[in-house]
Each structure stands twice: as C-alpha cells, then as structure tokens.
C-alpha cells in the first residue's frame, strides 16, 4: 500500500481559522512531518491526490519536547 498517496497537506484550527500545518508529495513507511509547536483545537488531513486510492494505516500527531514552546 505504500506510495498510494500522492499529495496531501495537513491543517490545524487555530484560534478561528485552519492553518497549514504540513504538506508533502508522498507518504510511505514511517513518513515524519515537522512543524513549529502550535495549540490546535482539531487536526485534519486532506489527501490532494492517490492512486488508484488513498489508504492510511495510522495517522498521528506527537509533540517535540525538544522544540521551542508555542507562542
């Protein structure tokens, strides 16, 4: 299943608005996004593009305790 997703981007709300957080060109085997420590009230993922479809197995979010603190 690896390489189906072809394009996608990630958002989280933040205060009254989505806000990109991550996008990229494919997802594979242990696919890592970075992103500065933002507080965000829901998280969504848009696949843009998959062929022939888009197939997940685990989507998640893990805070960096060695970034910088949200502002």
Not at 8 to 19: A, D, L, P, Q, T
Request: no cysteine; proline share 8%.
């Amino acid at each position: 299943m690896t390489g189906r997703i072809q394009s996608y981007k990630v958002e989280g709300f933040v205060e009254s608005g989505w806000r990109l957080l991550a996008e990229g060109t494919s997802i594979g085997e242990r696919k890592l996004d970075r992103f500065p420590p933002v507080s965000v009230w829901k998280v969504r993922l848009t696949v843009l593009k998959a062929e022939p479809f888009p197939a997940l197995r685990k989507f998640s979010l893990y805070f960096d305790r060695g970034a910088a603190p949200p502002k």
